[in-house]
């Protein structure tokens, strides 16, 4: 009876505890993107918070400001003016589709001789060129669904940029408690994997570290350095262009393809001295990768590409835009870890690492 009575306790302990956890979790969710975030930037960037604040005479608070300041100024000024750029972009295009004030130009000369499908595409395309509207209205439920989604897209745009700001303010929270955290953290490391966890725990900084800065941190700058100059030659559609730059590096599939069409546009439609400047701008923002990712991944973490990409899509998915950041870093540290644990990659303490500098 007696160790009946202690069963019966113990579900009873576990049921009500399950309760508040889940009582917890479900107070927290709304902002369980933008505290991932956080955690993720104040992994990443406590190296360089480590390193000012040395530089700084050991004045933790003005060093997390400062950081939190330039974090900011990332986000409040070019990202927001990118943001605002691809809100018009869509805005303008879902404005078209609706009134239907679309102006196609006629199909060149040479698309009729294409083979098998020529005089076809240029048929229709003339069609559209005639007459556009009645052209648009065998598409009209599509189109204007399109235009509902391109309207939304855009109307979250501003409430995304806020979610990142929030989420700089908690990992500037985050900075300043790193060193009340770091021993509950590594005991709970120490619960979930007992002779391993602080192994673990070292691994698992050192994989954020590495996938926020090496995919993450280039990628972010890549695309603003290809969406100034998009955005300074007015190149159509740059906000969306400069969006699908920032994927594609998250990807690391690239930004080649873009940036060509960019130049082809520029040297057609720009006098000559400018298309020049801007290919000048323009070719070492795409080759920049090259030499960033050295720097700033070190001797790096083998992730592999379908890793990243599940990591993207699932957390856009998941989370929304932001989730575009969070998804691979999440995933990436999921597979480190799944490694170290199955004993592929036994985890050895890493000393000093909160120490390094970037």
Same mark, same amino acid.
């Given at each position: ?141 599509? !189109?204007?669904? $399109?235009?509902? @989604?391109?309207?939304? /897209?855009?109307?979250?745009? *501003? %409430?995304? +940029? #806020? ?77 969306? !262009?400069?969006? $699908?730059?920032? @994927?594609?590096?998250? /990807?690391?599939?690239?930004? *080649? %393809?873009? +940036? #060509? ?98």
């Amino acid at each position: 009876m007696k160790n009946d009575a202690k069963i019966i306790d113990l579900v009873i302990r576990l049921f009500f505890l399950g309760l508040l956890l889940f009582a917890g979790f479900t107070l927290l969710r709304p902002f369980l993107t933008m505290i991932l975030w956080g955690a993720i930037l104040a992994i990443a960037w406590y190296p360089l918070f480590l390193w000012l604040k040395k530089l700084l005479a050991g004045r933790a608070k003005l060093a997390t400001v400062l950081l939190t300041l330039l974090c900011l100024g990332i986000i409040i000024g070019p990202v927001s003016g990118i943001a605002a750029v691809l809100a018009g972009n869509l805005r303008t295009m879902a404005e078209y589709i609706d009134t239907g004030a679309v102006l196609i130009p006629p199909p060149p000369a040479d698309v009729a001789t294409w083979p098998l499908i020529g005089e076809r595409i240029a048929g229709l395309w003339q069609q559209a060129s005639d007459n556009t509207g009645q052209f648009l209205q065998r598409f009209e439920p599509q !189109l204007k669904e $399109l235009g509902k @989604i391109s309207l939304s /897209l855009a109307t979250s745009t *501003g %409430l995304t +940029v #806020l979610k990142f700001i929030a989420s700089i303010l908690i990992a500037a929270a985050l900075t300043l408690s790193a060193k009340n955290l770091t021993r509950p953290m590594n005991r709970l490391a120490e619960k979930i994997a007992p002779g391993r966890g602080i192994a673990l725990a070292g691994l698992t900084a050192s994989t954020v570290r590495n996938v926020s800065r090496g995919i993450i941190g280039v990628a972010i700058i890549q695309s603003l350095l290809i969406g100034i100059g998009l955005v300074t030659v007015g190149t159509p559609a740059a906000g969306l !262009l400069t969006l $699908l730059t920032l @994927i594609l590096g998250i /990807l690391q599939i690239g930004p *080649g %393809l873009i +940036v #060509l069409g960019a130049l082809i546009h520029a040297w057609v439609t720009l006098p000559n001295s400018i298309a020049l400047l801007f290919t000048l701008w323009m070719i070492p923002a795409t080759l920049v990768d090259n030499f960033l990712k050295p720097i700033l991944m070190g001797r790096g973490l083998p992730i592999p590409m379908v890793v990243i990409l599940l990591g993207v899509f699932g957390g856009v998915i998941a989370y929304g835009i932001i989730g575009l950041f969070v998804g691979p870093v999440l995933l990436g540290l999921c597979y480190e870890l799944v490694r170290a644990w199955i004993g592929e990659d036994s985890p050895e303490p890493v000393a000093n690492s909160h120490d390094r500098p970037i």
